[in-house]
């Protein structure tokens, strides 16, 4: 019964970007009918779960995390039948759905935001936003200062010469969370889809909601806006927010308390440190907050083992478990990442991306997997502009490519695209274009070849499953060369990673239960590989 209660503290979750896993319908955009036809796979590959990015009525300005009416399907992906058909497969095949809710801001589509626009300033439907006068003789400055996270100012001014505040695109209006009308309409939207069967909720900007009651100006806007993920002070992690994830989390209870299935809230939570980190993850808040800063790190023993241990330590006694992350759709992609500045070609991406998987699974906590990651694709990094799609290009003066490389929709088989990802009506193409290398990654040749990053990660999972020392709990750092780091796992088990090019001396003697590369001779670790070895703690001195 524990463990069943608990399941999220150790489980794998894989990241569907649904719109660009499997097209079902032949339009050149995957829908959820393709997520369901992939569920098989995904079974095989050894998830506990998946998450689900927003398949929500929008316009998709940024791609559905602009959501027009939160409890319906925009007919782009399917309808609420189809969802149902979904969340029943899943269920059968003893996968969890997570869905991805947007609280912090909705589509400037959204009914009530279409309301507040017809409505004159001062009305009811435009305090559930934040509408507010401009500064200067004629009102035609904004009524602060702040950025908007995807570039330019975070307020738009509409004709009656009222200015919205939207921290993301003007497309995607804030909500006012200081209005209870907003907490009551999420807690309705919540049991809409608990109601449906879901089984958690990963929330999107989870320390955003609430901003400075006045609104007042950044001391220092640059730097707010300086990197995509820097944090306003003044408009992200306001300690209001917390008593929502109170709500939630007891909402979340009470389906639990009926059933005996813990329903799950994972928020993506980008704070200046693990420590303001942590009191998202309290026990009466969220039971899990995405861990950026591994995926943060560069490739780098030191980089890592920081980020690790402040990461244990900062959890500690809050209940929780941590939650790692390398991928996800917003980031380049861990084979291209690690690769720079690493000649192209040398492979080096690809091995220390492999490395990187095993250390992830070897870690005390909840792993997350973005579609893609299991078949080792790098970023696209020289999709045309003509064809990016992703806000952060056009709002940044086609400064920043960020986000449509690791979007690519998959490679499911043959020699060309579309890959097998859309059922090929003729002339329909993939939403974004497929390079011809992606035949390289794709399942079909994944699944037939025991080397491939497909097959890494379903070994890691099935002995992560398997192995009672690789569930939650704590790890021992082992002595090791500077280039190297090792920890152990329970009495016996040994992961170890060489950051390094060279080989190094095995700190486990004997052959490694999974390598994330050839590991041709025994007691040796070749360079930029991870090993997991079972040892015989007697044996072995500094265990
Ligand atoms: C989160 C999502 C990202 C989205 C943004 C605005 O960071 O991961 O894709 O653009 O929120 O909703």
């Known amino acids: 019964m524990q463990s069943r209660y608990r399941w999220w503290r150790d489980a794998v979750i894989y990241q ?129 200062n702040w950025h908007a996270m995807f570039g330019g100012p975070a307020w738009t001014r509409v004709p009656d010469g009222q200015w919205y505040l939207h921290m993301f695109t003007p497309e995607q209006p804030d909500w006012n969370w200081r209005n209870p009308e907003t907490g009551a309409e999420f807690a309705r939207v919540l049991r809409f889809w608990l109601d449906r069967g879901v089984d958690g909720f990963r929330i999107d900007v989870a320390a955003g909601l609430f901003k400075h009651p006045d609104l007042p100006d950044s001391p220092d806007p640059e730097a707010d806006a300086r990197t995509r993920d820097s944090v306003n002070p003044l408009a992200w992690n306001q300690p209001e927010v917390h008593d929502v994830w109170r709500q939630w989390r007891a909402i979340c209870d009470e389906y639990a308390a009926r059933d005996g299935r813990e329903r799950l809230l994972v928020g993506e939570v980008s704070v200046p440190t693990a420590r303001e980190h942590a009191l998202y993850v309290r026990p009466d808040e969220l039971h899990q907050a995405f861990f950026f800063d ?51 070609g040398s492979g080096l991406g690809a091995a220390r991306a492999r490395a990187a ?81 992606f035949a390289e990654h794709a399942t079909d040749r994944a699944l037939a070849d025991t080397r491939s990053f497909w097959h890494l990660y379903r070994d890691g999972l099935q002995l992560r499953a398997s192995l009672p020392q690789l569930g939650e709990g704590t790890l021992r750092w082992l002595d090791t060369p500077p280039d190297v780091l090792a920890f152990a796992r329970g009495d016996d088990l040994v992961c170890a990673v060489n950051f390094g090019t060279a080989p190094v001396p095995a700190p486990v003697p004997g052959a490694p239960l999974l390598a994330s590369g050839p590991c041709p001779d025994a007691g040796v670790l070749p360079g930029s590989t991870a090993a997991w070895w079972i040892t015989d703690p007697s044996s072995t001195p500094h265990l």
Request: aromatic share 10%; hydrophobic share 40%; net charge negative.
């Open 294 to 344: 591994l995926l943060g790190a560069p490739w780098d023993p030191d980089a890592f083992r920081k980020v690790i241990s402040e990461a244990m330590q900062d959890i500690a006694g809050t209940g929780s478990t941590v939650t790692w992350v390398l991928n996800n759709h917003d980031q380049v992609r861990t084979v291209t990442r690690y690769g720079e500045p690493a000649p192209e």
């Open 16 to 144: 569907v970007y649904v719109r660009s896993f499997l097209d079902s319908t032949g339009d050149g955009v995957g829908d959820l009918a393709g997520v369901r036809a992939g569920l098989p796979y995904l079974k095989k590959l050894g998830v506990d779960g998946i998450w689900l990015s927003p398949f929500y009525p929008s316009p998709q300005h940024d791609h559905g995390y602009d959501v027009a009416d939160y409890c319906d399907v925009d007919p782009l992906f399917g309808d609420l039948a189809e969802f149902d058909l979904l969340v029943r497969a899943a269920r059968r095949l003893g996968i969890k759905v997570l869905l991805d809710i947007v609280p912090n801001h909705c589509s400037s589509e959204h009914r009530w935001f279409r309301e507040a626009l017809a409505s004159p300033p001062g009305s009811a439907a435009r305090a559930r936003f934040h509408f507010a006068d401009g500064r200067g003789p004629d009102g035609a400055e904004p009524p602060n």
């Open 357 to 437: 998987a095993l250390l992830m699974l070897a870690l005390p906590g909840a792993a997350y997997i973005y579609q893609g990651e299991e078949l080792g694709l790098p970023e696209v990094v020289d999709l045309p502009d003509d064809v990016l799609t992703d806000p952060i290009f056009r709002r940044t003066g086609s400064r920043a490519r960020i986000r449509d490389g690791c979007r690519v929709p998959l490679p499911w088989s043959g020699q060309a695209s579309p890959f097998g990802f859309t059922s090929g009506v003729e002339g329909v193409k993939p939403w974004l274009p497929q390079p011809e290398w």
